[in-house]
């Protein structure tokens, strides 16, 4: 079975930086699609960020110039690099990836914290 397993986030202060990381196990797996989505207290989850392959990245407008989406070439892990943290941006941050012949699986999820 594939599943993606996320690190990183904390307890991170306005202002500051947080990279979180997402691997998916599990051999012969091909995924061409990963995203990262978050879930603030009593609200739904939202996208945050996504890429095709290693190619082709995309945000959500709340986060865009101040989050990197980057897939590590070769390998089945992405990283979102979160600069200029707002308290906005607290929330359970879940991995979600499509691949090939196996479909699609979410994270656990990881918190990230902004607080003063």
């Known amino acids: 079975q594939v599943q993606p397993v996320e690190s990183g986030g904390g307890l991170v202060q306005p202002g500051g930086s947080t990279r979180l990381s997402c691997t998916v196990s599990?051999?012969?797996?091909?995924?061409?699609?990963m995203a990262w989505y978050r879930q603030a207290p009593g609200k739904e989850r939202e996208f945050v960020a996504s890429v095709v392959n290693a190619d082709f990245a995309s945000y959500s407008d709340s986060v865009k110039e101040r989050f990197t989406i980057s897939r590590v070439k070769g390998e089945n892990t992405v990283l979102l690099q979160m600069n200029g943290l707002r308290p906005e941006d607290t929330g359970v941050y879940s991995c979600y990836i499509q691949a090939y012949e196996f479909g699609t699986a979410w994270g656990q999820g990881t918190q990230v914290t902004v607080v003063s």
């Open positions: 599990g051999q012969n797996v091909e995924v061409y699609y």
